[in-house]
């Protein structure tokens, strides 16, 4: 399936948008799903950096296909609360605790 200029990226943000509190999908999951090959996963945090919804996207629900979070010495303090309120709980190397049964397939 060959997507529109513009649609794929309209389709990232959507679904982005969509994942619900307390669930997380990967990179590769929302490039599959929003009509893409997976080697897009790596174009979706610049995809949803450049959307006009950036404030609305909620970046700490799209991890790393091995349930690694992306903790920057920026964000780290905001993303770990937000995990928390969320209960979505990390192990000592930054990964999600019981990633398989919180991974949102859409």
């Known amino acids: 399936m060959k997507l ?3 649609e794929f990226s309209r389709k990232v943000v959507k ?10 999908t990967t990179y590769g999951l929302l ?6 090959h997976p080697i897009l996963a790596q174009m979706i945090t610049h995809i949803l950096g450049r959307s006009k919804e950036v404030d ?6 799209i ?3 091995d349930g690694r979070v992306w903790l920057s010495p920026k964000y780290e303090k905001e993303r770990s609360k937000l995990y928390r309120k969320e209960g979505i709980k990390l192990d000592k190397n930054k990964k999600i605790i019981d990633f398989e049964k919180l991974v949102w397939s859409f």
């Open 31 to 36: 490039a599959v799903m929003a009509g893409g």
């Open 4 to 6: 529109k200029t513009g």
């Open 63 to 65: 991890v790393y296909s």
């Open 15 to 24: 679904l982005a948008l969509k994942i619900p509190e307390g669930r997380v």
């Open 56 to 61: 609305k996207i909620p970046f700490h629900r």
